[in-house]
């Protein structure tokens, strides 16, 4: 079945840098990959998601890259501030990766 | 409604005893799926449907769990004979399509077997 990895599982960096989190996917079929915010206690939110059909997408801070033949796929995050502190999941269709916790020092 | 509303939040249940946990879906998503959360925050996927059909169920343990979407009800995930590892928190979403559209959470249910 499909698997997606995550890395790093903790990222820490100061406030105003970048932060950059990367996911591998097994499925050669998956087409859709969306990218979750979950808060300490929340529900996991839609932050952005990119199509096997698209290299890149951008909103705002945050951008996603797709490499469909090396099946891997990331997140950036330009200017972070503290309210982006949280837990980000990779997903692969309906598989989600382990999960990066990002910490974003003042 | 515009929320995927779950219900209860909290449920304690002894050992061996029955939990079931409900969801209601967006008006209009023919989606749904159903995740287990463990302190690990790793999302295990369980059950997937399309409108009251079993979509995908790779993920769901096959003795002691079991799940429903019914017409003009809301859908029901329920464990038979909960162990200590079931403790987790459950979480529902709803999408207008699987695989190529995002999820909706809700906001879960935390499960505690004692």
């Known amino acids: 079945g499909e698997n997606v990895e995550q890395h790093p599982s903790t990222l820490s960096v100061q406030e105003g840098d970048s932060a950059v989190i990367k996911c591998t996917y097994s499925?050669?079929?998956?087409?859709?990959f969306p990218w979750y915010k979950q808060e300490l206690g929340k529900r996991p939110q839609l932050i952005i998601d990119?199509?096997?059909?698209?290299g890149e997408k951008k909103d705002q801070r945050i951008a996603v890259t797709l490499n469909k033949t090396a099946k891997h796929f990331s997140l950036h995050i330009t200017e972070t501030q503290p309210e982006d502190s949280a837990v980000y999941f990779c997903?692969?269709?309906?598989?989600f990766g382990p999960g990066t916790r990002l910490s974003v020092l003042p | 409604g515009e929320e995927v509303a779950q219900t209860p939040k909290h449920l304690v249940r002894g050992e061996g005893q029955k939990a079931k946990l409900y969801c209601a879906p967006i008006?209009?998503?023919?989606?749904v799926f159903w995740y287990q959360q463990v302190l690990k925050n790793e999302f295990k996927f369980l059950i997937s449907?399309?409108?009251?059909?079993?979509?995908?169920e790779t993920g769901m343990p096959k003795e002691r769990f079991s799940a429903k979407c019914l017409p003009n009800s809301p859908c029901s995930l329920e464990i038979q004979a909960t162990k200590l590892e079931d403790s987790a928190v459950y979480f529902c979403?709803?999408?207008?399509?699987?695989?190529?559209?995002?999820?909706?959470f809700g906001s879960g249910t935390r499960l505690t077997v004692v």
């Open positions: 979403a709803s999408s207008l399509g699987q695989g190529v559209l995002g999820y909706t």
């Open positions: 499925d050669s079929a998956s087409n859709y």
């Open positions: 990119i199509r096997s059909n698209v």
């Open positions: 997903a692969a269709s309906r598989v």
């Open positions: 008006k209009g998503h023919s989606y």
């Open positions: 449907f399309q409108n009251e059909n079993v979509f995908d």
